[in-house]
C-alpha cells in the first residue's frame, strides 16, 4: 500500500515536471514573436509610412540622398565655369578693343607724323626751289617793266615780269634775264633808249614814283618765282605764255592794254 502511494507521487511528480517544460517553452515562443512584431512596429514607424523599412531600403534612402548632394555640387561647378568662361570671353573682347584702338591711334600718329614730314619736306623743297636774283636782274627787269607797262595795274606790270622769266626758263629763249631782254627784236624798250634812260633813273634814286614802286614789286615777285596772278577774284596761270603786245595776232588772253599768248 505504502508502495503504490510512492510510485503515484513520482508518476505526479514527472508529469508535472513535463508540463512545466512544455509550458516554459510555449512562454518563451510567445515572447520572440512578441519582440520580432514590436522590432517591426518601430520600423515601420520611422519609416513615416507604416511599412516596415528593411536594412537594405535604409541604404538605398542614403545613397539617395548621396546622390542629390552630388548633383548640387555638379550643377555649382557648371555655374562656376559658364561664369569663368564669360568673364575670358568678356576679357578677350576688352583686350580686342584696347588693341584695335591702340593701333589706330597709331596709325593716326603715324599719317599725322607723315603728313607733317611731307609738308616739311615739301616747305624745304619750295624754299630750295626758290629762285635767287641779283641786284642787276631786279634793276634791269625793273626798269623794263616801267618801259613796257608804266600805265598799266599792277597785274598788268605782274605778267610782262612773268612773260620774261617764262622765256628765260623755256629753251627757245636766252636764259638770263639780260639775255631774254636784249635779245633782237624782241623788246622795243632795249633797242629805241627807253629801257637805258629807265635804267639812268633807277641808278640815280630817282626810280621812286608809285607806278615805279610797283614796277619793282612785280619784278621781285616774278623773279622769286610768282607765276600767277589774280583777276576779278580768279586766279589766272600765266606760266604758259611768252608773247605779250598792244595787238597780238592768236591772242588768248588779254590784261588792260596787252593780249598775251
Avoid: W
Avoid at 629807265?198 to 614814283?209: E, M, V
Amino acid at each position: 500500500m505504502k508502495f503504490r502511494k510512492l510510485l503515484l507521487c513520482m508518476l505526479a511528480g514527472i508529469t508535472l515536471t513535463g508540463f512545466v517544460k512544455i509550458y516554459t517553452y510555449a512562454a518563451e515562443e510567445d515572447n520572440i514573436v512578441t519582440e520580432d512584431t514590436a522590432v517591426q512596429d518601430t520600423t515601420a514607424k520611422a519609416s513615416g509610412d507604416g511599412t516596415a523599412v528593411t536594412g537594405n531600403d535604409t541604404v538605398n534612402n542614403t545613397d539617395s540622398v548621396t546622390d542629390g548632394e552630388s548633383t548640387d555640387d555638379v550643377t555649382e561647378d557648371t555655374t562656376k565655369e559658364d561664369a569663368a568662361a564669360k568673364e575670358a570671353e568678356e576679357a578677350k573682347k576688352a583686350a580686342e578693343e584696347k588693341a584695335a584702338k591702340e593701333k589706330a591711334a597709331k596709325e593716326a600718329a603715324e599719317k599725322a607724323a607723315a603728313e607733317k614730314a611731307a609738308a616739311e619736306k615739301k616747305a624745304a623743297e619750295a624754299k630750295k626751289a626758290k629762285v635767287t636774283y641779283s641786284k642787276a636782274d631786279l634793276r634791269l627787269l625793273s626798269a623794263l617793266i616801267y618801259c613796257e607797262a608804266n600805265g598799266e595795274s599792277y597785274n598788268g606790270k605782274l605778267a610782262v615780269g612773268i612773260v620774261v622769266m617764262n622765256r628765260k626758263r623755256a629753251s627757245a629763249f636766252p636764259d638770263t634775264i639780260k639775255g631774254v631782254i636784249y635779245q633782237k627784236y624782241q623788246f622795243g624798250p632795249a633797242s629805241n633808249g627807253a629801257l637805258s634812260k629807265a635804267l639812268k633813273r633807277y641808278d640815280q634814286g630817282k626810280f621812286t614814283s608809285a607806278s615805279e614802286k610797283e614796277c619793282i614789286k612785280a619784278a621781285k615777285a616774278a623773279l622769286s618765282g610768282t607765276t600767277t596772278i589774280t583777276v576779278k577774284g580768279t586766279k589766272k596761270s600765266f606760266s604758259k605764255f611768252l608773247y605779250f603786245s598792244g595787238k597780238l595776232k592768236g591772242k588768248t588772253f588779254s590784261l588792260g592794254n596787252h593780249e598775251f599768248k
